[in-house]
């Protein structure tokens, strides 16, 4: 797959998309248009850190992402983004992706003009992405970075998982250095402790599907994630509640796997529906900090 002659000059650049700390994300097309259009994520070879550079015998040393990304085309999945391929030049590696859905809109902005978004409809979303992750662990990938920003939905409310740039191998771990975004950091991670991954995407989900449900975050900042109470702003189905209770818990051991989630009374039965398209907005909710950009070099 890999194409060395491929450049950025064979693309027309259409319009931005995204806020990605790091990156550039560009809606393009193929010159001339034969192609249909494309996404080009610009990953800036010198922010590259140093330990997330890989060697590879036969793609050479590229960025762990891309080499994520490249072992994840052996076990495609609906929920996760597929890259078509990838090329670099002096300056970028440029990771090639099917645009999907709404170019530019990411759960993030979803939640914003959603309001008032049914409880089926959180389950749809939250059982796909779940679905995603736990695919990508049982193929020995962890996420690192699961959040709304991260997520990519169309109008008829499928869901893609992107952003592979925290990703890691599970056979790596455990890991010590934090990567990811602190209001999804698992309260292990920000005491320091070393962790194995799994757990802590987990956590980042339960964190994800709190957002979700209640349009805004359940901590503030890191002592709240390490000691405060879950607060929960109004009651919704038991099993939901109880589901998201479980997912954060600070016990480990008592946090369920992506498998058990998927087995909750909540997700069991559910048979992926649609959804609607509304919109309005909300204000308790905003972007979260990378620690890309907070607390590079770690
Ligand atoms: N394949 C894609 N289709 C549609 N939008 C995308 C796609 N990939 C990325 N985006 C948009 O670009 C943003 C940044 O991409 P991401 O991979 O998360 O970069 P970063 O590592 O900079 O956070 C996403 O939040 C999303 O809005
Ligand atoms: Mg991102």
């Not at 602190?182 to 292990?188: G, T, V």
């Not at 979700?212 to 002592?223: A, G, H, W």
Request: proline share 4%; aromatic share 12%.
């Amino acid at each position: 797959m890999y194409n060395s002659k491929k450049s950025i000059y064979w693309f027309t650049i259409l319009e931005d998309m995204g806020q990605g700390a790091y990156g550039q994300v560009k809606l393009a097309q193929y010159k001339p248009p034969q192609r249909g259009k494309v996404v080009l994520k610009y990953v800036t070879k010198k922010r590259i850190l140093v330990d997330t550079w890989i060697r590879d015998r036969k793609l050479g040393t590229i960025p762990l992402e891309i080499h994520v990304l490249q072992y994840l085309r052996k076990y495609p999945h609906r929920n996760v983004v597929d890259m078509l391929d990838f090329f670099e030049d002096e300056v970028n590696y440029y990771i090639e992706m099917a645009p999907h859905g709404i170019p530019g809109m990411d759960l993030f902005d979803y939640i914003e003009l959603r309001s008032n978004m049914e409880e089926a409809e959180c389950r749809s979303i939250f059982y796909q992405v779940a679905s995603a992750v736990r695919h990508l662990h049982k193929v020995g990938v962890v996420h690192r970075d699961i959040k709304d920003e991260n997520i990519i939905l169309d109008g008829d409310g499928n869901i893609k998982l992107i952003d592979f740039g925290s990703a890691a191998y599970l056979k790596n771990g455990p890991f010590t250095v934090f990567v990811g975004t602190i209001d999804y950091a698992a309260p292990e991670v920000l005491r320091g402790q070393s962790y194995g991954g799994k757990e802590q995407d987990v956590w980042a989900a339960g964190i994800l599907l709190y957002t979700i449900m209640f349009k805004e975050n359940p901590f503030y900042d890191s002592n709240e994630i390490i000691n405060a109470e879950l607060r929960i702003p109004y009651r919704l189905s038991e099993e939901s509640e109880s589901l998201l209770r479980r997912m954060l818990s600070r016990d480990i051991t008592k946090r369920p796997t992506m498998e058990e989630v998927l087995m909750d009374p909540w997700l069991k039965n559910f048979d992926a529906d649609s959804s609607l398209w509304p919109s309005s907005l909300d204000k308790n909710h905003s972007r979260s900090q990378s620690a890309d950009s907070t607390a590079a070099g770690q």
